[in-house]
């Protein structure tokens, strides 16, 4: 029962440093407590913090120390682990020997976890062969724990080789004298076996939660590499379809020198525009680079867009219902860039057909469709890699919308999508 107890105040005494950050009072209480009682608590706080942050053998040797300490107090001689039952003998200098070869090796049982289950297993047998019986027996435990939990290499050749040494003890204790009887050695063994997967229980844990984070981290930065590719595949493509479109229309206006003037005014306008578009989009990347902040992408852009698409020489039909919320959320952003890819995929595979977009802003719902006839051209135009569509299914489920893409009856290509209204961002 001793050791038992011996066990449980072990493992308590273990940091974990899997558990994550050490909670320490909030910091709303130092509002709330008196002037004093605050002040301590923060000296507390920050005295918790340079503790936190000394090395992890000074930090282990404390508790060795104070082990040590403990073990020389009068009332607890020969209160220590017992194995074998023989008679406690008094504590003379070489006492104070095997508590120090006890006690000093715990202040490495982190940084060299195997010299301390082996310095502290060597004391703990003399300890025992000479009767002793001190306090300093709890360090075996702590160092079985430390070991299960800290061990990197050589694990199963140091817990065969600790079970065979524990064989030699137990028949030198018992050519000494001892009483104890053969279940006796059994249970003993089982509970340092307990101390020892104890320690494998957390090491398993701690690795669990480094994998855990670990899968965090990667599905975070594979998400963020998704949003990026995103919003450059729906800033660039729009851009240079329609500057892809417009150079092309170029050749054939040599005659028209009004028109062809027009058509490059165009181009280099729409140029300008992915420019700042890109800059922009590189500015909120860069964490180190401080920008002025610039409303996101919404329906009332949509003039501008449609105006932009006729200019590539596509004729768009544009019609809205409605008012759109203000100010601008998400949705409003997800409906302009369904908008904004549909006219993008008109110029791409129906160049020159006439192309309707209806907008309509509910109380709950934003409904878009954008729909274009079969009978335009591709002549000069890039293809598509079919990543925009999927872009915009994601982002309206993201908010819980319906979207839809699919070929008409009679020839050509409808997208539609409703998108939940009052998604702010």
Not at 99 to 105: D, F, S, T
Not at 109 to 130: K, M, N, Q, S, Y
Not at 245 to 265: G, H, I, K, M
Request: aromatic letters at 6%.
């Amino acid at each position: 029962m001793r050791l038992l107890q011996q066990l449980v105040a072990a493992a308590a005494a273990t940091p974990h440093r899997w558990q994550g950050r050490e909670r320490g009072p909030s910091p709303r209480w130092s509002r709330v407590l008196p002037g004093r009682y605050a002040r301590a608590v923060i000296a507390f706080r920050r005295l918790a913090d340079l503790w936190q942050r000394c090395d992890v053998v000074l930090r282990d040797l404390a508790f060795a120390l104070l082990l040590g300490a403990a073990a020389l107090v009068p009332v607890l001689h020969g209160k220590g682990t017992q194995v074998g039952d023989l008679p406690t003998r008094p504590f003379d200098a070489l006492a104070y020997m095997v508590i120090a070869l006890q006690c000093l090796p715990l202040a490495v049982r982190r940084r060299w976890p195997a010299v301390c289950l082996v310095l502290v297993t060597l004391g703990f047998a003399i300890d025992e062969i000479l009767a002793y019986h001190t306090f300093t027996g709890i360090a075996l435990p702590i160092a079985l724990i430390s070991a299960g939990a800290h061990l990197e290499r050589g694990r199963r050749v140091a817990a065969v080789l600790l079970s065979v040494a524990y064989v030699p003890l137990a028949i030198a204790l018992n050519q000494l004298g001892s009483t104890e009887r053969l279940e006796g050695y059994v249970v003993f063994y089982l509970l340092l076996v307990l101390a020892w997967g104890i320690g494998s229980w957390l090491r398993s844990t701690r690795a669990a939660e480094a994998e855990r984070r670990r899968h965090v981290a990667e599905a975070t930065r594979t998400a963020e590499r998704t949003r990026i590719a995103r919003e450059l595949h729906d800033v660039v493509t729009h851009h240079v379809t329609a500057m892809v479109v417009q150079t092309e229309a170029a050749r054939y206006l040599t005659a028209a020198p009004d028109r062809l003037d027009a058509t490059l005014s165009a181009v280099t306008d729409t140029g300008r525009r992915a420019i700042t578009d890109l800059r922009h989009m590189l500015d909120l990347l860069d964490p180190g680079h401080h920008t002025e902040p610039r409303e996101s992408s919404t329906a009332g852009d949509l003039h501008a867009l449609v105006e932009q698409t006729r200019q590539a020489g596509q004729p768009v039909e544009f019609t809205e219902e409605g008012e759109a919320a203000d100010p601008a959320g998400s949705a409003e952003f997800v409906t302009y860039r369904v908008v904004q890819e549909s006219l993008t995929n008109a110029l791409k595979y129906a160049h020159g057909a006439p192309t309707v977009v209806r907008v309509r802003y509910g109380e709950k719902e934003i409904s878009v469709e954008v729909s274009t006839e079969g009978s335009g051209s591709r002549a000069g135009s890039p293809g598509g890699s079919g990543r925009g569509l999927a872009g915009l299914r994601d982002r309206v489920d993201a908010l819980g919308g319906e979207f839809s893409a699919n070929e008409q009856a009679g020839g050509g290509f409808v997208v539609r999508a409703h998108v939940p209204a009052g998604s702010l961002s």
